[in-house]
């Protein structure tokens, strides 16, 4: 609902629809050609024959004031070609005259100074009460806008109430929806919806098309203090006559308010692309909500072909508009396309702002953004502030970033305790604080006693989804290969040891790799198979698993799923070996002795190059 706002010029628009409130003065005999061409839109024959009396000496003061209004009026109509001063010209002489309709024109030219006559709002405010006296409703509106705003003229609200009320007395349709708005809005007036509803309404039995926009607002919130309920099929047929009849405002707001109806199906057959193409007119007229509600159908294709291009052009429309819900979104969504420190200043404004008004996503996702140096430059300490906050307002990511923390005693004190109990928040959303979690109960800590049933229950959940966490596939093959606390199962120790071995992103922890080996050396829990048992020993030895790489250099002394291969035997031996594998050790010195010493000095260099380039951890 609008606030009140001053009349600034008279438009074509209420004269071509308003026409039987435009002036409270019937025709006179002497102007009776010029009206009937007035009304007929023949607009130069009116000025004509308004002119012809206007200018008749002879004619009655009256019929002369009358036609100097009806000049005016015509001269602030743009049929052909505005011209504001000889408006206010023959406003002057109207008022001169002692036209009550010439006296609103010139306190009006007077009030904003129109066509050159200085403006003077003490002496506007006396000619609109000249004409108040005289029972013009138009003037009455026009004092009452004056006393409620206080401008120039001592503010008097009760004064200002008064008039309009009169005015509305006067069966004056446009005062009735002035007074309206001011009880909607309690501005100046106690706030009264069902009385504002009611002038409204009786606006709009006058005739007058500007109530259908306020109506339409009314009918779709309804009115709990007095019972009445929305009607949103009646909202929606005063939204589509506000629109038809011109009395939208051009400002976005019906087609918005009609594409929130469309999408939530409320006084008409739920539409989405019905909803968008309303939201999309709104937002060409310059509505902050309607820009974001279309970029958000284009951002998630739900009513509109997806186009990620087109959200990011309206969102950031509403976001300059200052809707922070678009600058959390454009926050929250587009800030990770950026490299470390190319994110634009509005960007970071607009985060900044989202953080500042406590949005917990936007904490959060700006968090994760300085914490990784996404877009920005990398502020853990910030992002960990900011997660500390956004979890306190229950963001689950925030919770699982901050077990982490916890847990690594990196930024935030090693406290194994706090770190479960965040881990335990975020595991509502996070596959990463479920593992984590589980890895509580896995180990135990203080809070959260060792309890490896549950330690399961919580690694299978993050293994669930296409993106799962990799540590848990492995603790869960792990776990049921070796069964520790539970049952052995090789076969649910493959299910979860392959699956993390082959999904992305991430990868298998390398002691996954060297169990997944020994199950297809053995045929225990997958076929046996030797060429599968190598290329896993392979993977987990690369990753730099001693175990695995003593297996590889068994392998090719084997020549079991592998080409024999004594040199690059002694190869993985010593390597092996050099990091601490004692089983290595031996295994080395006995691929010495089938080796000659040019053959042991080309695997001893390998495994030189290969340890040099893999450092071990």
Known sequence: METVKPFLLLSFRYIAIGIAFA???SATADNATADAAFRGGDFAKALAE?????EDQSAKAGFRGYAQARISLLYQMKWDGQDIAQAAVWAERAYQSGNPDGMVQWGRSLLYGWGGVPKNVT?????????????????????????FSGSEVPKNETRGASLLREAVDGQDSEAMIELATRLYHGKGLPKNISKSRALYEKALEMGNPGAYRPLGVLYELGDELVGTKPDHKKSVEMYLKALEFGFSDNDGFVEWRLGE???????????????????????????????????KCYLTGDGIKEDEKAARTWLEKSAEAGNLYAQTIICNHFVGGFRVGTLPAKYVEWCEAAVAAGNASAMSNYANRLENGVGVIEDVKRAVALYQKAAE??????HYRLGFYYGAGTVLPLDAGKSCKHYQEGAKDY??????????????????????????SYYEQATSGKYSANFSHYRLGDLYYFGAGTERNTRLAAKYLIRGATQKPGRLPRAGFYILGLMYEEGDGVPKNDGDAFSNYMKGAEAGHL?????????????????????????????????????????????????????ISRAQKLAKEWLEKHPSD
Not at 128 to 142: H, I, P, Y
Not at 433 to 454: M, N, R, S, V, W
Request: aromatic share 10%; glycine share 10%; proline share 2%.
């Open 23 to 25: 002036f409270a003065h």
């Open 50 to 54: 308004y002119r012809s009396v206007a």
């Open 123 to 147: 002496k506007a405010s006396q000619v609109f009460e000249q004409a108040s006296a005289l029972g013009n409703t138009t003037a009455k509106r026009e004092l009452a806008d004056l006393y």
């Open 261 to 295: 109806m469309y999408r939530d199906g409320l006084g008409v057959d739920l539409n989405k692309s019905e909803a968008c193409n309303w939201f999309l007119k709104g937002a060409t007229h310059g509505h902050d909500w309607a820009q974001f509600d279309v970029g």
């Open 393 to 398: 307002k229950g963001d689950t990511w925030a």
């Open 431 to 456: 596959r990463g604080a479920q593992e984590g979690l589980a890895t509580c109960y896995d180990d135990g800590a203080p809070g959260f006693p060792k309890d490896i049933k549950k330690a399961i």
């Open 547 to 599: 175990g695995s790489q003593n297996k590889v250099g068994a392998k090719y002394a084997e020549g079991k799923g592998v080409a024999k291969d004594i040199n690059r035997a002694l190869m993985w031996f010593t390597i092996a070996a050099a990091n601490g594998f004692k089983d290595a050790a031996e295994n080395r010195d006995k691929a010495e002795k089938l080796l000659k010493p040019m053959e």
